[in-house]
Structure formats: structure tokens, C-alpha cells
């Protein structure tokens, strides 16, 4: 019993002895590890600090050539055969439409622009407008178009409709531009995007745009 009751003792001090020579490795060990951590740490800070600064750059680059969408306002719509009153067969549309691209850096290349007009969700006119034009930044292009004989699809009867529509107040069209456009900035092309734009147009009975849709601005959407 004794000699079993020695054993822990002398184990004991055996453990405390092989603890502070562990000690001694586990704390040089520590040094090189945490000298180690340093380095990698620094070297982690370098990396993220060069990254953050890369970044930081292509944020501020980003900033000044992200490309706006064109602007379309509308300036100008008319069926002036209502106050001639010559009937839909010698009826048009004169609309004028500006199309103005705000960039400072990002030019456009349009494609034809081809223009829809409906009449309470029918398509009463189209035409192409303009051939394929390159617009470039800070310019406005007029687009200003008149819809007349095999290009406005009015039936008689859908005359009659909007005759009768016209004593009761404002006619609602739309009229919608859509074209191919691709966006370059400094060399570089992007490829074709397909750009509409949408314009509402209150009509008076005297065949003129009403004042509250003139000037406006056409939302614009991609597909
Ligand atoms: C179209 O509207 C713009 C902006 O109001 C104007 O500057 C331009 O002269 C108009 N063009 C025509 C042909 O009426
Ligand atoms: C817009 O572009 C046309 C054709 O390139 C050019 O004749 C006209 O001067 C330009 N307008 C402005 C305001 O830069």
C-alpha cells in the first residue's frame, strides 16, 4: 500500500517537472507561432488594404461612366384633321419626341427606330423613323414624324369610335419607340440591347396634346 501510496507522489513530481520543460518548448513554440501570425496578419492587412484601395478606384471610375439610359421626352402631338374635320382617310399624327443621352463618356448606337401608336390598346399606326445613328454623349436627337395614309390603320369604324370619343373629352394614346441599342465607352461596344420607351399622350377635342402631357418624360424599360 505504501509503495502504491509513493507512486502518485513520485509521479507527481515527475508531471510538474515534465510541465515546465514543456513549458519552456510551449513558450518558444508560442514566439515563432505568434511571430508567424504577425506576419501573416501584416501581410493579410497589405492584401486587404491594396484591395480595398482597388476597389475604391473602380467604385469612383464606376461612378463617373456608369451609363444613364437614354432620356425620351414628348414635345409634340397632333391629329390636326380634327379641326379640318376631312375624315380618317386623309387623317394623321404629327408627334415630335427628343431622345436625349446624359453621359459624359457613353455614347449610343441605335439602331432604326421603329414607332408604335396605339389607340386604347390598338395599334393604329407604325413606322421606321430614322436609319441606324450613333448619338453621342450630351446630345439631344429630335425625332419628329408625321403618321399619315397606308401607315395609320384606321378603320372607319374605329374613326366613328374616336370621333365619338373626342365630344366627351380627352382621347388617351400611347406612343412607343423602340429600337436596338448598344452602349461604348471609350473602344469598347457592348452588345444589342433591345430599348423602349413609352409615351402616354392626353389629346384634346381641338386634336393637340393637352398641356399637362406635354414635355413629359417616357419611361423606358429593356428586354
Ligand atoms: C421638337 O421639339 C423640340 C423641343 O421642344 C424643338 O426644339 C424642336 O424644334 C421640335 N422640332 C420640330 C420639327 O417641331
Ligand atoms: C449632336 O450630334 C449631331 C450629329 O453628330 C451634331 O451635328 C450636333 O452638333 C450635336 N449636337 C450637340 C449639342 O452636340
Redesign the pocket.
Known sequence: MRSGDQIPIQSTTRNRAMKRHHTARYYAHRVKESLTARITKLICSIFLFILFVLGLIAFILWLSLRPHRPRFHIHEFSIPSFSQEIGYANANIIFNVTDRNPNHKVGFYFDAMQITVNYQEQNIGNVILLFP????P????ILYGNIGGAALKLSGELWQQIVADRTRGTLTFSLGLSSSIRFKIFAWISKRHRIHATCAVGVGSDGFILPSYKDKRCPVYFT
Open positions: 445613328f450613333y448619338q453621342e450630351k446630345n439631344t436627337t
